[in-house]
């Protein structure tokens, strides 16, 4: 029944239109009525009526009383009695329509099998009564003259309205729509213009006699049942009540009129006509409708099937069928994707081809499972792909009688995720970090092993907890409020928190939280993974300190003053103020440090450390640099007034004797200070200038403070430059060697001579030994130049010896050269047997400090000269320490008098005294003496007088080259040259 909503001008037009057809289709039957104007065995309008209101609603049911009542005044019908009919036949049409609606439950499809005709049938047979009741009725009150035969009155309306209503409700509902496919095609629109052209024909010879004297004999009934039969298979019920309205028409026609199959009498004829009618109706409908239910269910098999096979082939899912033996039948695309193959390569074989060899034996009893025609549900086993890659599969699997239906889902992903899961659950629960997670509400929901080892608190003891029970309440409100704008804006947070465990302790962990959002951005949960890194803080706290600490004083090292320089400087020059530094050195500290032990000189340090401290304010930083170097800042100076006083306190604390064990040791300090910005303006040099002041303070006899001065960076430069110009000269051989005659003073000849160094520099000329030897002995050049000089004099000697065998030359050995670990004394003496040389050609001459040396090398070096024949000279005797107990165990053979003592030599002085003394000692112990120096006759004669065996100066000679030495080579010098 049409639901729509209310329309006015559509329902107005749907009103008048059912009163219209009512009254039209009243006239109609009024005029083929038999017996009189009233009666009719085929009442249409009643089948119209009930139709028209199941159609569009039982609210037009006055539609039926104005249509009704509108044929009648037509027909000139009393007023009275036809008011009460048109009641009569809208309260039978409503009656019909309510029963109908309450047996149907479906009114979308109002005519949709064999059972609605039934029902519409039966509904037919009981509303009908009312329509006769009221007939009668309206004949019995309103005219009471015409009731002759009342009951079979009745009964003929009852026929009339029960044939209208199952013929012509049938009509409507079915010819609502009209029918698809009648003019199609040529063929069939052949066969539409056959069968209602043919319906014509037959009509007309059956019931109205047409060709009667030809084929009268032959016309019967069963004429139009097979017509019916033709018109239910070809054309539908839409045929079947075209062709039964067609007859009933016409039967009723004819039979009036006298004429074809019933004809004969009339009244006997229109009862057998309702009869015939009836039995056509039953017949052709049930059979167009039982027809069409057939091809409805065979069409929505088809459509089931059609729809399955759509599924089936356009499912995500895998679907196959395939047989007992394990062989695909039939797949659908999916499997192509999944495996890889096309589906005729799939098709007919058998699945166990693409069985993972673990899951063969399980697949097998699956299918034993199947052929015992149990399911199989939610198996799982692996299928590879053409390219050699193993997918899972989950099947559903049942057979019906010789086949398998089997339903599969590709669950490689699946299965992925679950390792992962797995793996994460894994991760989880036996990750050394702690984790945490809270719900939206900041509830904690979960933690894992770690947090319970870490924190002590137990998951009962935390679940469904703020996680403010860990809090140690060392962090301020400001740090959890940065934390939580963090993870509001960002989501994510990272950094140290101070927390609390379960039994009080407050331990420092690194945290990392992060915020899974919902897909709205609302927070779903926060995670939280934490370490402890108490430890881990000691070490670095421990590797920070010994970074920047010395472990021994625990004073700042070099790298950690360096800083606090550089911060001070720029806060000097931001606030314009006077920095300075100290820079301190240990006078002696070595021979504590040899003398008493390594640990020992430790302890002094310590010591040490802490006087300088005390001698300092709080705001200078005390640093040692490494060694026996300690530096001071002293900040915000106003003049030199404090530094000074820092200065001489320390030298005062420094100069006090330190207990160490069971001994006292001595010691004092040189300082050097530069001043910033006065001396320099940034760190580097200010330390360099206070290194230069602190080597000046040295020079000047060491436990004094010296400031830097301009003089003193001039001084370094030079010294720098002269060090790279030696390195050159050494590379290069830029040096030559000058020879000083010795002569005998007894016999007034030359019979030595002293090998001198001389530097030929390139730019300065001819460079004294006394500029750059000391710096030869810093640099360790000494000794490739000693040993140049050795081989050159070693040519030498052996070139004069030729005019006297028993020449030679002394060379100038450097104390520096003895503390070498080479074997450079063995290589002196294999050099002159090479040259064919004894070793007395060659003296080797040393300073008197060096025999304080009790280095083993230093005795066993002059030992090894003295055993190859090499003599032993003491160069600038008298000017320093000497051991008379090495001068004779070491074997010396002679004895330089410093030219200090011979230069003011004279009668009866303390130097002529020295002189004589020197002399008379040396020879007691076998030793000879050369003095140095002489430069006039009269100290010549003093000295020969008091003994001396050589001289050597000026008076002779001034040191010359080789080719100038040899013109001095005669057999006697005379004094006066």
């Known amino acids: 029944m049409n639901q729509n909503r209310f329309n006015p ?159 012509g409700t049938p009509l409507i509902l079915i010819w609502q729509q009209l029918p698809r496919g009648w003019f199609s095609q040529p063929k069939r629109i052949l066969e539409t213009l056959a069968f209602l052209s043919l319906t014509i024909l037959l009509t007309s010879i059956v019931f109205l006699g047409v060709f009667h004297e030809l084929i009268g004999w032959i016309a019967k009934g069963y004429w139009i049942f097979l017509l019916a039969i033709w018109a239910a298979f070809r054309f539908g019920c839409h045929g079947i009540v075209l062709l039964i309205l067609y007859c009933c028409l016409t039967a009723i026609w004819g039979t009036e009129h006298g004429k074809g199959l019933f004809g004969s009498d009339i009244q006997i004829g229109l009862q057998n006509v309702w009869l015939y009618q009836l039995s056509l109706t039953l017949f052709g409908l049930l059979t167009a409708l039982n027809l069409r239910g057939r091809q409805q269910i065979k069409q929505a098999l088809l459509d089931k099937t059609e729809e399955l096979d759509t599924y089936f082939h356009n499912a995500l899912d895998l679907f196959c069928i395939a ?156 740090f959890y409020q940065a934390m939580w704008h963090a993870l509001n804006t960002t989501g994510r947070w990272q950094g140290e928190v101070y927390n609390r465990r379960k039994n009080s302790d407050i331990f420092v962990e690194w945290v990392i939280i992060n915020t899974v959002f919902n897909q709205d951005g609302s927070v779903q949960r926060r995670v939280a993974l934490f370490s402890d890194i108490s430890e881990k803080k000691k070490s670095e706290k421990l590797i920070w300190f010994q970074a920047n600490y010395d472990p021994l004083t625990k004073l700042p090292n070099r790298r950690l003053f360096v800083d606090r320089l550089q911060q001070e400087l720029i806060k000097a020059q931001r606030d314009q103020l006077s920095i300075g530094l100290l820079f301190i050195d240990l006078d002696r500290f070595k021979e504590v440090n040899d003398g008493l032990g390594h640990s020992m000189g430790d302890e002094l340090l310590i010591k040490v450390a802490n006087r300088i401290s005390r001698c300092v304010r709080k705001s200078d930083t005390v640093a040692r640099l490494g060694g026996d ?52 303006d940034n760190f580097e040099d200010l330390i360099r200038y206070a290194d230069q002041a602190m080597y000046a303070a040295k020079n000047k006899g060491r436990n004094a403070y010296c400031y830097f001065t301009p003089s003193m960076q001039v001084m370094m430069e030079k010294h720098l430059h002269l060090t790279q110009d030696l390195h050159i000269a050494v590379t290069e051989n830029q040096f030559i060697v000058h020879y000083q005659p010795i002569v005998d003073l007894n016999k007034n000849q030359i019979v030595k001579a002293e090998a001198l160094i001389r530097w030929a520099h390139p730019v300065h000329g001819l460079v004294m030994p006394n500029e750059f030897i ?70 080797i001459e040393i300073t008197e400090g060096l025999l304080l040396e009790t280095a083993t090398q230093v005795t066993e070096k002059l030992l090894h000269y003295r055993d190859c024949g090499i003599q032993v000279a003491i160069d600038d005797f008298g000017t320093g320490y000497s051991s008379l107990a090495y001068l004779k165990q070491l074997d010396i053979d002679y004895l330089k008098i410093d030219q200090s003592f011979t230069r003011n030599i004279a009668s009866h002085t303390s130097d002529l005294a020295l002189c004589e003394a020197i002399i008379v000692m040396a020879h007691k112990l076998g030793i000879k003496v050369i003095a140095e120096g002489i430069e006039t006759p009269a100290q010549c004669e003093l000295l020969i007088q008091a003994g001396c065996d050589y001289g050597q100066g000026y008076l002779f000679s001034k040191p010359v080259a080789a080719a100038e030495f040899e013109t001095l080579l005669t057999p006697r010098v005379s004094a006066d040259s």
């Open 629 to 680: 170097e300690f530096t001071v800042i002293v900040t915000e100076l106003k003049d030199n007034t404090d530094i000074d006083k820092i200065a001489k306190n320390i030298l005062t604390a420094l100069g006090q004797p330190f207990s160490l064990g069971n001994s006292q040791a001595y010691i004092t300090g040189s300082i050097g200070i530069a001043l910033s910005p006065v001396d320099a």
């Open 323 to 478: 047989d007992m033996n394990g062989y695909f039948l039939k797949m659908n695309q999916q499997w192509q994707n999944f495996l890889g193959y096309d589906l005729a390569e799939l098709e007919s074989k058998p699945f166990l081809e693409f069985v993972h060899p673990d899951d063969i034996a399980a697949t097998k009893q699956a299918m034993a499972d199947l052929m015992s025609h149990l399911p199989v549900k939610n198996f799982v086993n692996r299928y590879q792909h053409q390219d050699g890659s193993w997918h899972w599969i989950q099947w559903n699997s049942c057979t019906k009688g010789d086949l398998i239906y089997a339903a599969a889902r590709d669950i490689s992903e699946q299965k992925k995720t679950e390792d992962e899961l797995r793996l994460a659950a894994l991760v989880y629960q036996n990750s050394s970090e702690a984790m945490m997670i809270t719900d939206a509400e900041n509830c904690i929901i979960s933690v894992n092993p770690a947090f319970t080892q870490c924190t002590g608190y137990a998951p009962n003891d935390v679940l469904g907890k703020n996680p403010k029970i860990l809090s140690s309440g060392r962090q301020s409100p400001e």
């Open 774 to 843: 000391s710096v030869a002995e810093e640099t360790g050049l000494i000794n490739d130049m000693g040993d140049w000089i050795f081989k050159q004099s070693a040519i030498q000697a052996k070139r004069w010896r030729q005019h006297d065998p028993d020449f030679q030359i002394s060379v100038n050995k450097s104390p520096v050269q003895f503390h070498t670990h080479d074997n450079v004394h063995n290589h002196w003496t294999d050099y002159l047997k090479n040259m064919q040389l004894p070793g007395d050609c060659v003296v």
């Open 9 to 167: 001008i559509e329902s107005i037009s749907r009103f008048f239109g059912l009163s219209a057809f009512y009254a039209l289709s009243a006239l109609l039957m009024s005029v083929l009525s038999a017996d009189n104007e009233y009666v009719s065995v085929f009442w249409l309008p009643s089948g119209i009526a009930f139709a028209y209101l199941l159609l569009w609603g039982k609210h037009y049911w006055p539609a039926i009383v104005i249509g009704s009542l509108a044929s009648d005044l037509v027909m000139h019908h009393p007023m009275h009695s036809s008011v009460f009919l048109a009641f009569g036949h809208a309260l039978s049409t409503y009656c019909a329509v309510w029963v109908f609606c309450k047996l149907k439950d479906d009114l979308d499809n109002l005519l949709n099998d064999s059972k609605d005709f039934l029902i519409i049938l039966a509904i037919a047979s009981i509303t009908s009564c009312i329509n006769a009741l009221f007939s009668v009725l309206s004949d019995h009150y309103f005219d009471p003259n015409n009731i002759t035969n009342s009951n079979g009155y009745g009964f003929q309306v009852w026929q009339a309205n029960m044939l209208g209503i199952t013929v």
